[in-house]
């Protein structure tokens, strides 16, 4: 009689233990998955952003012409030029709340204090009650012709379209033992789906493969490894 009721205590036992490990790895995930631009950022730069590549440079373009739309609070963008100068001090200048943010391993760094940012690379801009923020540097547009890499590093990115005008979200996965889409990325779980920020709702949403990326839009990518997303200028949504 003892044995079938130890028995009982320990299956018992077991099945608590088995839902608390299941909620704590649920609960791990949510937390990592959540890369707010509040809670982590951080003035020390320890490893450098996602990379951007491209061999030709095509129009030019002056300052006044790019305008950057910001909503009030955090804003995930990139900026689809090649700026001259590029670091963040000179970039945002006459930023009025004087705050932006790239991501530097997984902890958002002041890129008004240290780096710069290049096409394909996204940042987080801070705007009080919103504002129509104008370049107040050069800036000259990729080759808008041919496809634009974008190079992953493990762990979370912080990306964005390379291009002036919209794209399809669609990129081709290239890695040391091939390439393949993102469809097949994800199912393989080398990839986190992308997600967007949605200012207004203060809360990142995912993208949805053949979604239109926007212009001026940045996104957020888990990579499991060193690998490059390929964006294709010809995939218009």
């Known amino acids: 009689m003892n044995q079938k009721y130890l028995l009982i205590l320990s299956l018992a036992v077991f099945f608590v233990a088995s839902i608390a490990l299941t909620w704590y790895i649920a609960t791990k995930w949510k937390i990592s998955a959540n890369v707010a631009p509040v809670a982590t950022t951080t003035k020390t730069a320890t490893t450098e952003p996602a990379s951007t ?3 030709n440079v095509a129009v030019n373009t002056t ?3 790019v305008n950057l739309i910001l ?3 955090f804003n995930l963008k990139t900026i689809p030029y090649y700026l001259a100068p590029s670091d963040g001090k000179n970039i945002f200048s006459q930023l009025k709340s004087s705050e932006a943010f790239i991501l530097i ?3 958002w760094s002041s890129l008004l204090e240290t780096g710069s940012l290049s096409p394909g690379q996204g940042v987080i801009i801070k705007s009080g009650e919103g504002e129509v923020y104008k370049l107040p540097v050069s800036a000259t547009k990729v080759d808008e012709t041919k496809p634009f890499t974008i190079h992953l590093k493990t762990g979370w990115n912080a990306i964005g379209n390379p291009f002036s005008f919209d794209v399809k979200w669609n990129p081709i996965i290239k890695v040391a033992q091939g390439s393949t889409t993102f469809a097949k990325a994800t199912e393989a779980h080398i990839l ?6 949605s200012a207004a709702g203060k809360e990142y949403e995912d993208i949805a493969t053949d979604s239109a990326w926007k212009t001026f839009e940045g996104l957020l990518i888990k990579s499991g490894g060193e690998m490059d997303l390929i964006i ?3 995939l218009k949504p």
């Open 105 to 107: 391993g997984e902890k």
């Open 71 to 73: 909503q009030p609070g």
């Open 53 to 55: 590549t491209q061999t």
């Open 192 to 197: 986190s789906g992308a997600k967007r920020y």
């Open 63 to 65: 300052a006044e012409l």
């Open 232 to 234: 294709d200028p010809t």
